[in-house]
Structure formats: C-alpha cells, structure tokens
C-alpha cells in the first residue's frame, strides 16, 4: 500500500492537517494489525489502495475494516465521536484506544468464535452401523428459514442415513417451490396440509409415513452447525435406557444491545413455581454464554424442548406420541414427563449445537394459557409430588428450588418451652439448607413468598384466611402439654391441614407424634407422598 502525503492530500481534498492526522493513522493502523484487506475486498475492490478507500469513503457506508473492528457499533456507543468529523478506526487508534475505548468484533467474528469453540467438544461418534433417522421439518410461509436449515445440512449433520420429511401446513409463500426446486443429496420428501395443522398433530402424522428406527423433530427456524446430528445419534445409542435426547440451543445476533445475542436459549429445562402457578417449565441456563460450564456438558434431565428432539419411533408410538390437546406450547414438556413416568431417561447434549432464530415463529399467545392449564391438570400430581421431593433432598433434578417453610406462633401465648422447640426446628431446617421464614404473630395470612410447607404453632390461627400457593403443605403443630386429644381443635381447622402434629405422644391416630426434628421431615415426606400416590 503506498501511503505518501499526496495521496492523502488528495483523498483529503488538500486539507494539509486532516493529511497529516490520517496518514500518521493509517501507519498505526497497519501496525496494529487493525485492516483486513481479504475481508474489505468483499465491499470495495476497485481501488489500488483499499485502506484509504475504507478511511475516506467506505466507512461513510457502514463498511468495516475487519471482523475486529465495527466502526458503526464504536460510533454509536461514543456520540462524542462525530461520523462527519473523523473515521471511527482513525479516532480509536489516535485517541480511543488511551482513553480507554473498547473496540467491537462484528457478529460474524463471534459467531465463528462459537463455531470453532464447539468443534473442540465434538465426539465425532464412529458408528458400526448408522440406524435411519426420519428427520420431521414442520414449515409455514418460512421460505427464508429454510433456506437457512438446509444450507451444507448433509455436512453439517456429520451423519450419514437419514432422510428428511418436511409438513407444510398451507404455507402461502415460496416454500413449496423452494423445497421442490431443491437439488438435495439426502432423500426428501414433502407432506402438503390444507390447513395449519397443530405442531403436535402434524408430527404424529409425519412419523407414522416415517421409514426411520429413530425420528427427529427439527424446527424450521434451526441453523445446525457442525456435527450436530452425529452428537445426538451418540448420546441416543452409547446410552441404556434413553427415552429422548435433546439439543443446546443459541439464539442468534440480533444486536448489540439484544442481551440475548450469541447467547442459551435451551440447555434442558427444568421447573419453577409461584404463588399462583404450581409449576412452570422453563429454559434452563437461559441466555448465558454458550459454553457456561454447567450447560457444557451431557446429562439426564426433566426435559428438552421439542424444537430439536431426537426419539426412537417405537417409544414415540408407545406413547402415543404427542398430545395432541396442545396447540404450539409445551407439548414438548408433557412428552418428557410421559416418558419419565415410564421410566425413560431423557438427555440433553450439550455438544449438539444449532442456532435457534425463534423470534420468527412465535407460539401463539391466546394458547399458551390453555396449554398451561392442561399441563397443569394432567401432571398436577406427578409435579406435586416430585418437585417436593427433589427441594427436600437437594436433587435439583426438577427444580432449582429449595424447599422454603413458613411458620407462624403467638409470641404472647406461647409456652417458653415449646417457644424454644419452635426455634430449634427452624435452626434444624435452616442447617438442613432449606429456606425458612419464621414469625411471632398469628397475623400472617398473605404468604407472598414461595412456600413448599406451612406452620402453625397454634391452633388459634386462621386457616381459612391463608393465601399460599394451591398445592402447599398446611401443617398444625401443637404443644402436646395443652392438648389430651385432637378433639380440643376446631373441626374446621382439622380438614384445612394436611398434617396435624404435637411434639408429644397424645395416643390418637390423627395426631402425630414428632419425637425428633428428622421425624418431622420423615413424617412430612409420607405426607407427600401419600397425598400424591
């Protein structure tokens, strides 16, 4: 690159000291290695010198000088720095970089960051013989997703026996041309539906045509990466027992200020509650780095979304497949729990990675909440019972919760012995990591936290005006001193607990006798269990 004063005269139109500041600018650039000459060359490749093409004339137009280097991105997070007044790149080099400015890669960079970074976790699975995997694509008017999912999809699978089964649902854009138009080298074929078919009944029907051992369900708006059907294939065959396996899944770059950029999206899912809601399924590790080390590495979990779902034919048709009660929502998570209940193992593999460009098929809202209340209802007890269960014993299989306990006593009229019992079972619980809140009056009804157990220490408090969550265990516990029989308490109040208690043996077989603080657990575990058989 030539670099004399005049040219820089003239690419200045003879303003001498914007020659100078920019020839002494481009010398640091070249010696900070800060221009890609092959990677400008793919916006402007009719000059002789294409640095000074970039710092006078291609910066005016959103180009960049490099993958290291976003000059819209650096100009639009410094204002102070005005386009008209200098180059971006020439502003960074001569005064950004000792103020302390941050220079920005373009999306391209980190997405390449992530493909490569992946490839350092691949299995690269060699198998003595690869079984037939009916890949299922459920498509409406996405004619440009597709293009997206099926660019380099043989190589990227790094699989070689499969065939792909895409289900129109009526699209009304070039889909169909698109997808015949293809010059594919796997075997494809086409499923043309009348009408919008829901997602759980378009996949059943798609795997009963399917000539696969095993039937993968892929959304539309995937962009696989490397290795990403291999990965699963591995984790489904060098496994007992497995039920389904499940993918990483990254959001795409959206922008800068997207927190969701380059970011998870899916690595498992497990479950949560509030006040109002018994459980709520959700993505986990979502949206942290890709290569977060919890999301780093296979397991069994709960469930994995539908999106990218890897499943023998036979186990799918075993259980019925999908529920079909569901319109786009959570039939996924339903059919992770139907195989849990039969005792499947689900996987995530975390090796697995395919961008997930979501926001170009949102689920559609007025169903979510009739999809949610039918998830509810149908695995009330399941979810009851098992997420109870893995707070108490630190599974964090489930949930990522502890178990929480609430409990209430009148400090006025309460014994100084049973007051220290009380204490001493709230340090027991709290030794045993669990979350505990506990308060000396009988006026707490509106329990807005997330309580698993509620406590009362008196049988004076009413019941009938606590607000917890529906499936929330109620527990008395009374002083046994006070109390010849359980006959003394209010019938009302009887019914409203799950478990009525004493800290004395009152020789009456609704009220239990805890002897110890480890009796109480036990005893509220039977609850449990005997309440959601």
């Known amino acids: 690159m030539s670099n004399s004063i005049l040219k820089f005269l003239k690419y200045s139109n003879f303003d001498i000291k914007k020659a100078i500041i920019y020839k002494r600018a481009y010398d640091m650039i070249l010696e900070q290695d800060l221009f890609d000459e092959g990677f400008y060359s793919k916006f402007s490749s009719n000059c002789d010198d294409l640095l000074s093409d970039y710092l006078f004339n291609g910066y005016k137009k959103g180009f960049s000088p490099s993958l290291d280097f976003n000059g819209e991105k650096y100009l639009k997070d410094y204002p102070n720095v005005k386009r008209a007044d200098m180059n971006p790149l020439v502003h960074y080099v001569l005064y950004g970089k000792d103020e302390g400015k941050k220079i920005f890669s373009l999306p391209d960079k980190e997405k390449n960051r992530i493909l490569e970074k992946n490839r350092e976790f691949l299995h690269d699975y060699k198998f003595e013989e690869e079984p037939l995997v009916s890949i299922i694509v459920l498509n409406r008017n996405g004619e440009d997703l597709l293009k997206v999912l099926f660019k380099d999809f043989k190589t990227k699978a790094n699989y070689s026996n499969f065939e792909v089964i895409v289900v129109d649902n009526a699209s ?261 990591d669990y979350e505990v809140e506990l308060f000396d009056n009988l006026q707490r009804y509106n329990i807005a936290s997330l309580t698993d157990v509620f406590v009362s220490f008196s049988k004076d408090y009413d019941i009938d005006k606590l607000d917890v969550r529906e499936n929330a265990i109620k527990v008395l516990f009374v002083d046994g001193s006070l109390y010849e029989s359980h006959d003394s308490l209010d019938e009302k109040n009887k019914s409203a607990y799950d478990l009525l208690c004493a800290d004395k043996d009152l020789n009456d077989q609704d009220m239990k006798y805890i002897d110890s603080n480890k009796t109480f657990l036990h005893v509220l575990e039977d609850i449990v269990l005997n309440k959601y058989d």
């Open 172 to 432: 009304s854009d070039g889909s169909l041309d698109y997808l015949k138009s293809l010059n594919t080298d796997f075997p494809l074929r086409i499923i043309e539906n009348d009408e919008n078919q829901s997602f759980s009944k378009a996949n059943n029907d798609a795997v009963k045509t399917a000539e696969g051992e095993y039937v993968l369900l892929l959304n539309n708006d995937m962009e696989p990466t490397y290795g990403w059907l291999n990965e699963m294939m591995g984790v489904m065959l060098n496994n007992d027992n497995v039920g389904s396996v499940g993918a990483k899944l990254i959001f795409p770059f959206y922008s800068y200020e997207n927190e969701k950029s380059f970011k998870i999206q899916h690595a498992s899912d497990m479950f949560t509650n509030n006040k109002i809601d018994v459980f709520v399924p959700y993505n986990q590790h979502k949206p942290l780095d890709p290569f977060f080390p919890k999301a780093n590495f296979t397991k069994k979990c709960i469930s994995v979304t539908g999106a990218c779902l890897l499943v023998k034919k036979s186990v799918y048709e075993e259980l019925g497949g999908l529920d079909e009660g569901y319109f786009y929502g959570y039939e996924d998570v339903d059919f992770s729990l139907k195989l849990y209940e039969v005792g499947y193992d689900v996987y995530y593999c975390s090796s697995a990675l395919l961008f997930h460009h979501e926001s170009f098929t949102r689920k559609n809202a007025p169903y979510l909440q009739d999809n949610h209340d039918r998830l509810a209802n149908k695995w009330y007890d399941l979810l009851s019972r098992e997420m109870f269960l893995d707070k108490m014993n630190h599974d964090n299989f489930f949930t990522e919760r502890t178990l929480k306990f609430t409990m209430v006593y009148d400090k006025e009229n309460t014994a100084p012995e049973f007051h220290e019992k009380i204490k001493d079972l709230a340090d027991f619980l709290i030794s045993e």
